[in-house]
């Protein structure tokens, strides 16, 4: 017992039997009386005896866990999609371990070693802001664990992903703000590597073309879409004396704007009108609160998992890669309530 | 390399040396020229050889990982302190698997196993709400797997904690509210198997007593807290039409009583003044904003992953367990500011 840690002798020893007889009765092997298994389940308990599970799901080749990655827990959307994540995988039978990326290809490198260490059945992954290439992924792919990608995918003939429709919602939002008469519209944008983003800055693109309004690549701001980015950003289009309108690709950048709006005098929505993306629960209880693309993260984060569970349980080679692709929508609130004409 | 696992005796085969060579190339060892290294590195890698870590690790006796379990990631206080933790064990070049009870004991005992099976260097836990004492820990007592409990913890002998002072702040919440003029103050609560909440519920009588006010059984409500809890417990103390003044011992809840007081036409803080705890971001956002006890969760991470760490590389038993206690503190915001004498 040194280390502390209790071996199948250690308990062989204590109750003088054969250490093969406490191996069949631990992994329930009918050739042992459900006497003596109680027997030795009990002092195995005792001694507190840690069975290898690992080990033991080693040569099974499973460890019914489930490995998730995301860039940011405290995100309202990512915790959602791990409440959905939880549940469809609890009900299955698998544990879930989360590891957080904090949009950090290097962070994300690491946990890719520790879950492929843990060797867990399958991966749920949203990529960082980071990651350009699937190149870290190549170990999973190498030894066919499951991987299904959730909203921040790569377009790859590889991996399924769970997705909505980003240059949809983009189109949506900015049509939204054109309907309710703005004229000259910003864009906040993330990183274009992440096809989410580039996505949603070709959905606005499109619905300026619709009405026949100019592109004007000024009025679009990169960023990591942090509040205080929206701030930053903010700033920049003010530039512009002319924008009444803004859709972010996110709501914690529209939230930064917003603030800084509002400390500058800036009416919302009379002199800028505002959408964001994602519903953050802030969202609904900011002054005023902000009209915002709701993605149905619960949801998302079941389909993935019963994807995930089934490439696991038919084992992925024969099974072509799918993407599939959930409704989002425009949830209308006061930030782009312009009044045309008074 | 069936099921697609590489075993070092592909790697070997591929380059027509021995095994034992391609083993300690990849364990480092001095007896391996760097070019030989270099080749078998090489080969591993265009192979997708895993390199069993946990295997190697497990004859150093450590996985170099730590294990957080917490009731919800959803909770800002919670992801604070995550984020601590994730700084101070990065830097100590740990990896962090997290995993959420979701306030049932039923799943902590999963976690549980599930860290226990991956062998986890040390564990930091914040309880569910249905944990009722440590016998889920036993386990790791047993084979002297250090813990460190935060913020929703054990008064046990055994492992070490770090907590604000809860009695103190409770207290502080209740003075708060009677120097604000209030008479009859309602109380939410959470289990009280659960020190925090009991030590929030004896400040609270504790400071009734000082302004000598009658501590009533019927204005302390329990419940899990939750937002809907909120609006329960809110209707039920509008059956005392004295109450003018609520401390919840968390802001959801308080978020929830704020919600259906508005929808009842009642005035905050004019009819009743209200105390929130945990300061989650919402509650500076919501009309009016909420008075509440902020809780240093980014450094309680930060300094029970100190604790742990110390704890995992001194190999626990020679020390004693410890409590430390941060400061929280009261911030004043709109919900409390009763006009006394107009």
Partial sequence: MKNGKVTIHDIAKELNIDSSTVSRALSDNSRVTQKTKDRILEKANELGYQRNVLASNLRKNETKTIGVIVPRISRHFFSSVIAGIEETAYEAGYN??????????SREKKIIDTLSANRVDGVLISISMETKNDS???VFHKTKTPIVFFDRHFDSSKTSNVIIDDFKSGFEATEHLILKGCKTIAHFSGPQELSIYKNRLNGYKAALEKYKINFEENLVINSKLMES??????????????VDGLFSANDNAAIGAIKHFKSAGIQIPEDIAIVGFS???????IEPSLTT?????LEMGKIATSLLLSQINKKMEDQAPQT???ESRLIERSSSQKIQYQ
Same sequence: chains 1, 2.
């Fill in 136 to 138: 870290n992924l190549q």
């Fill in 293 to 297: 693309i709701d993605q149905p993260g």
């Fill in 324 to 326: 599939i692709i959930l």
């Fill in 229 to 242: 980015d929206g701030v930053e950003s903010a700033q920049k289009i003010l530039a512009f004396d002319s």
């Fill in 279 to 285: 519903n953050e629960p802030i969202s609904a209880v």
């Fill in 96 to 105: 879930v371990i989360i590891c957080q990326s904090l949009e950090q290809l």
